[in-house]
């Protein structure tokens, strides 16, 4: 083995262990704790008041339609949203500089990242499981075996494609408020172009055009079909669950993202120095 190879090597090993040791001091911190239980508490409530409300024509309860929804929403916005505003964060506070300051650093900052972006993501996943297998009848019903597998697959495809935006959103804005202001915006447009959360056959047709090039929208169609009935197909585009294309575009949406978001990193970090981080420090006392 090189000295190249142990390089990268340790630095995949050191990112690793950044990413769960970030995600263990989050699970100490009250404010973060409360929220992973209350987003995952307001979904559960939700799933429990819808689940008598039968969907006409899919003999299915709006409460299961919601779940599957539930989990994409979840991992996009802690791939997403989540991890872009924690680099826009750590470039205003002077860790990316720090990052790149040491070989390899950037590596193991991507690999620290995606760690606890995982971690954070199988939390969720576990949060809302849980209490809604409880609440909500018939959840697992229809999955069996296969649908939980193929329910974990798309998950993790679905995790890949979504963290490299994180990184591409992160690199792009200087403060972790503007990633607030138009973070929030554009996730709330994702949620209703994608149609996590209702069928996607009831919006307008450019929105769903709109919709079919967004990974959430393929995350929460292989999601679907793999814990509804078959009867649930009624509602979707074409009547069918198109399980190759949602592997396919979560594939490319994975592809695309990992050779970009590097790129827009690195760029970023070139652009980062010493001066540069204490006048955004400056700034924000300012603001302060």
Same mark, same amino acid.
């Given at each position: 083995?090189?000295?190249?190879?142990?390089?990268?090597?340790? +630095?995949?090993?050191?990112?690793?262990?950044?990413?769960?040791?970030?995600?263990?001091?989050?699970?100490?911190?009250?404010?973060?704790? /409360?929220?992973?239980?209350?987003?995952?508490?307001?979904?559960?409530?939700?799933?429990?008041?819808?689940?008598?409300?039968?969907?006409?024509?899919?003999?299915?309860?709006? +409460?299961?339609?919601?779940?599957?929804?539930?989990?994409?929403?979840?991992?996009?916005?802690?791939?997403?949203?989540?991890?872009?505003?924690?680099? +826009?964060?750590?470039?205003?506070?002077?860790?990316?500089?720090?990052?790149?300051?040491?070989?390899?650093?950037?590596?193991?900052?991507?690999?620290?990242?995606?760690?606890?972006?995982?971690?954070?993501?199988?939390?969720?996943?576990?949060?809302?499981?849980?209490?809604?297998?409880?609440?909500?009848?018939?959840?697992?019903?229809? +999955?069996?075996?296969?649908?939980?597998?193929?329910?974990?697959?798309?998950?993790?495809?679905?995790?890949?494609?979504?963290?490299?935006?994180?990184?591409?959103?992160?690199?792009?804005?200087?403060?972790?408020? /503007?990633?607030?202001?138009?973070?929030?915006?554009?996730?709330?447009?994702?949620?209703?172009?994608?149609?996590?959360?209702?069928?996607?056959?009831?919006?307008?047709?450019?929105?769903?055009?709109?919709?079919?090039?967004?990974?959430?929208?393929?995350?929460?169609?292989?999601?679907?079909?793999?814990?509804?009935?078959?009867?649930?197909?009624?509602?979707?585009?074409?009547?069918?669950?198109?399980?190759?294309?949602?592997?396919?575009?979560?594939?490319?949406?994975?592809?695309?993202?990992?050779?970009? /978001?590097?790129?827009?990193?690195?760029?970023?970090?070139?652009?980062?120095?010493?001066?540069?981080?204490?006048?955004?420090?400056?700034?924000?006392?300012?603001?302060?």
């Amino acid at each position: 083995m090189n000295a190249t190879t142990n390089a990268t090597t340790n +630095a995949v090993r050191v990112g690793a262990r950044r990413g769960w040791i970030e995600m263990r001091n989050s699970l100490r911190a009250p404010d973060d704790v /409360a929220y992973y239980v209350i987003g995952a508490a307001v979904f559960v409530v939700v799933m429990w008041l819808n689940r008598d409300n039968e969907i006409q024509g899919t003999g299915i309860t709006a +409460a299961l339609l919601i779940f599957p929804g539930v989990l994409a929403f979840s991992t996009m916005f802690s791939a997403s949203y989540g991890l872009a505003t924690q680099v +826009a964060t750590e470039r205003e506070d002077g860790t990316l500089l720090r990052a790149k300051s040491v070989p390899h650093g950037m590596r193991g900052y991507v690999v620290g990242q995606t760690t606890r972006g995982t971690l954070e993501v199988a939390l969720n996943v576990l949060l809302l499981s849980v209490p809604a297998t409880l609440l909500v009848p018939g959840l697992w019903g229809s +999955a069996g075996p296969e649908g939980i597998a193929v329910m974990v697959a798309v998950l993790l495809l679905g995790l890949v494609a979504c963290v490299p935006i994180g990184f591409a959103v992160g690199s792009v804005f200087r403060s972790p408020r /503007a990633v607030g202001g138009w973070g929030m915006l554009v996730i709330a447009g994702l949620v209703y172009v994608s149609g996590v959360f209702f069928p996607i056959s009831q919006i307008p047709g450019w929105a769903q055009v709109v919709g079919q090039l967004t990974p959430m929208y393929w995350m929460g169609l292989g999601l679907r079909g793999a814990l509804l009935p078959d009867s649930a197909v009624a509602i979707e585009l074409g009547q069918s669950w198109r399980t190759l294309e949602v592997f396919g575009v979560l594939g490319l949406w994975a592809v695309v993202g990992v050779v970009l /978001a590097p790129v827009l990193l690195r760029r970023m970090a070139r652009r980062e120095s010493g001066s540069v981080v204490q006048a955004g420090r400056e700034k924000q006392l300012q603001r302060v």
